[in-house]
Structures are given as structure tokens and as C-alpha cells.
């Protein structure tokens, strides 16, 4: 009789156990985010990074379509000037 309690207390406590597990891998499931929203972030960081890479290449290209800065030609001919006199002199002593 004590061998047929322990056991029916032995397949009660395998019960909840198996109770918990399976509850626990539902919970599990229940709380992963769905593939469609998974691949959705994905495209989206795709599309950031693209859009990007186009804002700076549009950034490059007017940067070089501005018109030209006297005041910075001006600058570089007396850098370009001063750089030339120096190595003439250089060359000359």
C-alpha cells in the first residue's frame, strides 16, 4: 500500500514538473518576437544605412559643385607662393 502512494506522489511530482517545463517553453514562445517583426527591423536598419550612405554622397556632391571662395584661393596662393620661395631658396643655397 506505502509502495502505491509513493508512487502515485512520485507521478504527481513528475507531473508538475513536466507541467513546468512545458509552461516555461510557452512562456518562451509567447515572448519571442514574431520573424516577420524580426526581419521588418532588419529591412528597416537597411534602409537606414542606405539612406545615409546617400545623404553623404549628396553632401560630397555639393560640396563640389559650390562655387569657389576667393578669399580661400587667395589663401592658398600665398601658402602656395610662400612653400615655392622657401624651396627655391632651399635650392639655391
Not at 546617400?54 to 555639393?62: A, E, F, G, I, V
Request: charged share 45%; proline share 2%.
Amino acid at each position: 500500500m506505502a509502495n502505491l502512494e509513493q508512487d502515485i506522489i512520485n507521478r504527481q511530482q513528475f507531473r508538475l514538473k513536466e507541467k513546468e517545463e512545458t509552461d516555461q517553453k510557452v512562456g518562451e514562445i509567447l515572448n519571442k518576437k514574431p520573424l516577420f517583426k524580426v526581419k521588418e527591423e532588419i529591412i528597416k536598419e537597411m534602409e537606414q544605412s542606405e539612406l545615409e550612405k546617400k545623404k553623404d554622397n549628396l553632401k560630397r556632391l555639393r560640396s563640389l559643385s559650390k562655387p569657389l571662395d576667393m578669399n580661400e584661393m587667395e589663401m592658398h596662393k600665398q601658402r602656395y607662393l610662400e612653400m615655392k620661395s622657401q624651396k627655391d631658396r632651399e635650392l639655391t643655397d
